[in-house]
């Protein structure tokens, strides 16, 4: 067995999002967005027909959250402020929206915890959806109204903050895959968005610097960027082709970003390479001045599952679109079945010795990680009535060891929030696959309930220390 240790003022925190768990979504003056629009139009698009509706009653019982956190020796969580809930139409304050995240920080802070704010987490207005969504620069212009708007009344309240939680995610699910509304298929318009994306991004870090150097925001506040990564792995001996598959994934999903937070700038050679298949990027004279602020203070890294890829078969997919590359299944993948998501630990290793090779003075932490498992209920103990997840433990415990690895060989690795603390609402799976340290019982009005893992997890946050088998 081996013995590792976290260093002492290394952080565990709480990851989640306000879409996901506030619920209250047409209370105190919050507009529709793009998930309560999707709900009304479609219910039948959500696991058990269960829509954006009710979160996992964050709002009500956020401060029995905290207690939970603070119990687990957690001590910051993250969460996003809803655009929907804190501008009207006008892109005005709406003065409800503002008195429930002053309310929400401030009990926060009452309870010893720090709150991360995120200011975007897949949750366009409905309104501004119509008007084009991501592919419309007024909107990316809303946008950064909304998080100068946010920094001004909030400024002195949050530390840490972020621009976007997993930017690459809705070019991919709702432009390319078809996978959530609108359910396109246009790589083209997939790749406007994620560079209309990286305007806003760089647009807001603009908004933070300025209202940082006119006083409104606290002295030692920061800025960062959160985003899924992992270096794409793809098979031994690989081809040539198998080669360029990796570079053009590490490209879009992962240098596209790294770039742009750490220099201001996109990789020109994805950017060759996407001119070259026939994208069009909205680029307008005055962007690459505009892209340059957007280099940031810290990265969020979310990791669920490693990327492998291969040489693609073909040029174009069914729908038209380029193929860069296709997935590669490795033979000794371990499966989290549930999710259908690879469970490789040592992947945040990499990761970090990435960033340290490629990109040494960026300052990262976990941002999230987790696993989602279906019907928990059947690791209900008969007597005690808690779910025994050793699975859990397992999976967190492993990815906790490679990260213990990752800071002894000099990762910039500083903390950890565990995706989601208290099962929350996911998306069109709702309350499919549960995350949680913590059970919330959907029969009995969202009540929370430890799970074994929890007493695991108080164990770990307490001694940073950790006992894994030889390089698990
Ligand atoms: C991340 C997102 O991609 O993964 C979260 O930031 C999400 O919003 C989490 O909930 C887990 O994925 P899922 O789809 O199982 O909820």
């Known amino acids: ?37 999707w709900s009304n139009l479609e219910l039948d698009a959500f696991h058990n027909r269960v829509g954006s509706y009710g979160g996992n009653d964050f709002t009500r019982r956020h401060n029995e959250d905290f207690q939970i956190f603070k119990d687990l020796g957690l001590t910051s969580f993250r969460t996003s402020i809803q655009w929907s809930r804190l501008l009207d139409e006008d892109g005005n304050v709406n003065p409800e929206g503002e008195k429930y995240y002053h309310e929400l920080f401030a009990d926060a802070a009452a309870s010893g915890l720090e709150c991360f704010v995120n200011l975007y987490h897949f949750d366009m207005p409905a309104y501004l959806f119509r008007r084009g969504g991501w592919e419309n620069r007024e909107v990316v212009e809303a946008y950064a109204n909304y998080a100068a708007k946010a920094f001004e009344l909030f400024g002195k309240e949050i530390r840490c903050w972020f621009t976007f939680n997993e930017p690459i ?100 050679d994805v950017l060759d390479s996407l001119a070259s298949r ?23 890294c979310n990791y669920y599952h490693p990327e492998r890829v291969q040489a693609p078969s073909r040029e174009v997919d069914e729908s038209g679109c380029p193929v860069f590359a296709e997935p590669y299944v490795w033979p000794e993948a371990k499966m989290n079945e549930s999710r259908g998501w690879e469970i490789y630990p040592k992947g945040i290793y990499d990761f970090g010795m990435k960033l340290k090779n490629e990109y040494p003075e960026l300052e990262f932490f976990v941002s999230e990680n987790g696993m989602g498992v279906e019907h928990e209920w059947d690791f209900r103990d008969a007597e005690t009535g808690v ?41 069109s799976n709702a309350f499919k696959n549960r995350y949680g340290f913590v059970e919330v019982d959907l029969e009995d009005g969202y009540k929370r309930r430890l799970k074994k893992s929890a007493n695991w997890l108080r164990e770990v946050t307490k001694t940073h220390t950790l006992t894994v088998e030889e390089g698990k």
Request: with cysteine.
């Open 1 to 37: 067995m081996e013995q590792l240790t976290l260093p002492k003022d290394f952080f565990f925190g709480a990851a989640m999002s306000g879409p996901q768990t506030e619920g209250e979504w047409k209370s105190g003056g919050k507009l529709e967005n793009l998930w309560d629009l």
């Open 169 to 268: 995610v809705e070019p991919d699910q709702r432009y390319q895959n078809g996978v959530w509304y609108p359910y396109l298929h246009n790589f083209n318009r997939a790749k406007v968005v994620q560079y209309n994306i990286s305007v806003a991004h760089s647009l807001a870090v603009a908004a933070y610097r300025r209202a940082k150097a006119a006083g409104l925001m606290r002295e030692d506040s920061r800025i960062g960027l959160i985003n899924c990564f992992t270096p794409p792995y793809t098979r031994e001996n690989p081809s040539e082709a198998d080669l360029e598959a990796v570079r053009m994934t590490d490209g879009i999903n992962n240098r596209w970003w790294l770039d742009l937070v750490t220099k201001g700038e996109l990789p020109a």
């Open 278 to 300: 026939g994208v069009e990027l909205p680029i307008r004279p005055g962007d690459a001045e505009i892209l340059a602020q957007g280099k940031v203070d810290w990265l969020g």
């Open 387 to 427: 779910i025994q997840d050793d699975y859990r433990i397992e999976f967190v415990r492993e990815h906790l060891a490679w990260i213990a690895r990752a800071i002894a060989d000099g990762a910039n690795l500083v903390g950890y929030h565990y995706w989601a603390v208290v099962d929350n609402w996911s998306w």
